[in-house]
């Protein structure tokens, strides 16, 4: 069996044991009954950090994918600003998210795809002046500066997972704090603090998908019937119409290979 043959394997086992805990939730009242019944209890135990939205970072108080450099990577595409420019305006507009969020550390993590795609933008003169090698280099810069400018500690932590990602959907937190990872019986996913920043909610989401359907993920074993869920958590008696038409438009491009689910805590 080659390396190749052995990945595919653990990639099947994988989907087989997601979908299964996905199809067991859904049979049994959804994501909303899932919340509110015992098995919840520690829905809301999280550790004071601010992680990436990778699954196989846990228990973060607000995630945000790079731990803020979701922003870097929106300034780029857009255009206009540059390379140190453009990572400074990030970290003001990650600081501003988070200022008032009760953190204690700010965290970057192995393998981390936001710093991969925003690595790709910068020229390769600034990286060489900055003295990086690689996308983790960036990373570590990335949230050690913005823990200094909010005076708390920085910490670089692994990833619990493969060297792919598994989850097969994301958990996007309007509510604020939620850890799905404290939740028995709950399926392996992105999470997406979508509280402090609904525009980057929506981005981070759709970047979620994007990795799930591509080639760090399950790729095209995402289809109709074997869809990546979309798990939106808000408190009961709020209205999220808006936030909600503007994610559908931005999930547009995935068709019917995304479901969304709403549950009110």
């Known amino acids: 069996m080659t390396q190749s043959d052995h990945v595919d394997q653990e990639l099947d086992a994988h989907f087989a044991e997601q979908s299964g805990l996905f199809q067991t939730v859904e049979k049994n009242g959804g994501f909303q009954a899932l919340f509110m019944s015992g098995k919840a209890n520690h829905l809301l135990e999280t550790n004071g950090q601010c992680t990436c939205i990778d699954e196989g970072t846990k228990r973060g108080t607000r995630r945000h994918a790079g731990s ?105 937190d309007l509510v604020g704090g939620l850890n799905p990872d404290g939740v028995e019986g ?26 799930a359907t591509g080639g760090h993920g399950y790729g095209e074993k995402i289809t109709e019937a074997e869809p990546f869920r979309v798990v939106i958590a808000t408190k009961a008696g709020t209205d999220n119409s808006a936030f909600l038409q503007r994610l559908r438009m931005g999930l547009a491009e995935f068709g019917n290979r995304v479901k969304i689910e709403v549950c009110y805590l």
């Open 68 to 172: 803020g450099l979701n922003h870097a990577l929106s300034i780029l595409t857009k255009g206009g600003l540059k390379d140190r420019a453009a990572l400074d305006a990030a970290i003001v507009a990650i600081v501003d998210n988070l200022k008032d969020a009760g953190l204690t550390t700010i965290t970057s993590h192995d393998e981390c795809g936001a710093a991969g795609l925003v690595w790709g933008l910068l020229s390769q003169g600034f990286k060489d002046e900055m003295g990086w090698k690689e996308a983790v280099d960036l990373a570590k810069w990335f949230s050690s500066e913005v823990a200094n400018r909010l005076e708390l500690k920085y910490e670089h932590i692994g990833v619990e997972r493969p060297h792919f990602h598994i989850a097969l959907g994301v958990l996007v």
């Open 186 to 211: 709950a399926p392996e996913m992105f999470t997406v603090s979508a509280c402090d920043n609904a525009e980057e909610g929506v981005s981070q989401t759709v970047l979620a998908a994007k990795i």
